[in-house]
């Protein structure tokens, strides 16, 4: 398990109390993003708008099977879901399924098939909603470096 906080920061197998501080350093950082990995497809980011509203994004199983959460949790709750994933827990699930994914079959909360048209489903971000994330997060990262944000 690795947590990275911004590009420059790498935590080995984290515990709660490094995830809680680390997450929460981000507040007003000019790299306000964090990603924890238990392996290359099975990951969690976030991204700290503010105390009251993240952006998350969990990776489960391959690109092919990136999810965007529908809502942006506040920073308490991406604390709590990190550290559930740090133990093992799928607690992350419920944000990126929108509903309680502990009882609910995983076919059950898939995103809809491709649409013809686009070759994505929706919920899925494919290549295309991975690059649009990152541009994001680039984005949101250089405006806070010339004092836009």
Not at 79 to 99: C, H, M, P, R, S
Request: hydrophobic share 45%; with cysteine.
């Amino acid at each position: 398990m690795k947590l990275k906080l911004g590009d420059e920061v790498v935590v080995e197998a984290p515990d709660a109390a490094a995830i809680e501080s680390g997450l929460r350093s981000l507040v007003g950082a000019d790299e306000p993003y964090a990603v924890i990995e238990s392996h290359d497809e099975l990951w969690l980011q976030m991204l700290v708008d503010s105390v009251d509203a993240c952006h998350f994004e969990a990776c489960d199983g391959g690109l092919d099977e990136h999810y965007v959460a529908q809502r942006a949790p506040p920073l308490d709750e991406v604390i709590t879901v990190f550290q559930d994933f740090a133990t093992g827990g799928n607690a992350y699930k419920d944000l990126v399924y929108g509903e309680d994914a502990s009882t609910t079959p995983r076919e059950a909360l898939a995103p809809a098939a491709p649409s013809p048209s686009d070759g994505q489903s929706a919920g899925k971000g494919g290549i295309a909603g991975v690059a649009v994330v990152a541009l994001a997060i680039i984005a949101f990262a250089v405006l806070k470096v010339v004092g836009v944000l």
